[in-house]
């Protein structure tokens, strides 16, 4: 029998219908004890990567408590807007400062802003 390389077992999968190679995998799982199905941990996998994504969160300032002008101040430091725009952002809590951060970033931000005095919860 003559040996088949590579190149004649692409090519007869190329033109092979999909009922031949269907028996086709069926004589190699039979022959070689095999399976052709996918473990459920390979299908499972991508959904667990995704649940280990960092989640982004909505930064929301809900009181700037007893210290309003140092609230201001890690505002402005925070979004880059000016002292009036500062200003009537913390005037106007409860307020979203910024949208969609990763929550380690998230996490710092809140520490500014409850060492200032503020109140601050993630959306």
């Known amino acids: 029998m003559a040996k ?17 190679l269907n028996d086709l995998v069926k004589a190699i799982e039979e022959k ?5 199905a996918a473990p459920v941990a390979v299908a499972a ?7 280990a994504a960092p989640k982004n969160v909505t930064v929301v300032l809900t009181s700037f408590g007893d210290s309003k002008v140092g609230v201001i101040k ?8 000016g002292l009036i725009d500062a200003k009537k952002l913390v005037d106007g809590v409860p ?15 809140k520490k500014k802003l409850t060492d200032a005095g503020a109140t601050v919860e993630f959306k």
């Open 45 to 51: 996998a991508p959904a667990e990567a995704a649940d």
């Open 4 to 20: 088949l390389t590579k190149e004649d077992i692409l090519a007869y999968l190329d033109e092979a219908t999909i009922l031949e």
């Open 74 to 81: 890690v505002v402005r430091e925070i979004t880059g807007l």
């Open 95 to 109: 307020a979203e400062l910024k949208k969609d951060v990763p929550a380690e970033e998230a996490e710092n931000i």
């Open 32 to 36: 070689y004890g095999v399976s052709a």
